[in-house]
């Protein structure tokens, strides 16, 4: 009788041993390295260099034109009193709204950049959210966690600050880290995607892509659509 109950019990544990497989994670929780994400996808690659190339270049522009107005400024403040005609103070205000002018240049474009980084980072976060959700609903994961992994390095208090802010796990099987497949997703959705004008846009994953219209009451007591 033992032996017929092993026999029958072979195909259960056979069944068993295949839903454990290679193909199922061995573990319900996932971790991302997130800078990793950003700094190594093809689309964080391309806004990053994007930037300082902009920046550089106008940060140059600024400096040029900051130099010569200092060397102008220098050349007026070392005019004896006896040749401090009004046309001599009439250039000297002129030099002072320059200088101003550079000033605000500067700070707008500072800020424009700022935002636009801002917008772009907003964007790849978005993206590496989506395709984690993805990845960890096909291995039946429950939970992704956003942790710096890789050796720990260590060399001022800063990276100390650094390690303890950023790295929520301490170690992990390597199995369980998504961050390459993450990039891989993200990198052929930007692939495809980066011929728009402008700079792709991801589907809000909250609302579907589009805005859900509602129901708005007019007038005669009919509905309309509206965003």
Not at 150 to 161: N, W
Not at 195 to 203: A, W
């Amino acid at each position: 009788m033992r032996i017929r109950h092993l026999v029958l019990a072979l195909p259960l544990l056979a069944a068993a041993a295949f839903a454990q497989g290679d193909d199922q994670p061995k573990s319900r929780i996932l971790v991302i390295n997130l800078l990793r994400t950003i700094d190594e996808s093809d689309e964080g690659r391309a806004v990053i260099a994007r930037l300082k190339e902009e920046m550089a270049s106008e940060k140059q522009r600024l400096a040029d034109d900051a130099a010569k107005l200092q060397e102008k400024v220098k050349v007026l403040l070392a005019a004896k009193p006896a040749d401090r005609t009004p046309e001599y103070y009439k250039e000297l205000e002129q030099a002072m709204e320059t200088n101003a002018r550079l000033e605000k240049e500067k700070n707008i474009f500072m800020a424009k950049k700022g935002d636009e980084l801002s917008r772009a980072l907003q964007g790849l976060l978005q993206g590496a959210q989506q395709e984690a959700r993805a990845v960890m609903k096909e291995k039946g994961a429950d939970i992704v966690l956003l942790s710096k992994t890789g050796p720990i390095e260590v060399v001022s208090d800063q990276d100390f600050q650094q390690e303890m802010l950023m790295r929520r796990v301490l170690c992990l099987e390597d199995s369980i880290d998504i961050t390459d497949i993450v990039i891989e997703r993200m990198n052929d959705w930007y692939k495809k995607n980066k011929s728009m004008q402008g700079n792709p846009k991801r589907e809000d994953e909250g609302k579907g892509g589009k805005a859900k219209e509602t129901p708005v009451k007019v007038k005669d007591g009919a509905e309309k659509s509206g965003g």
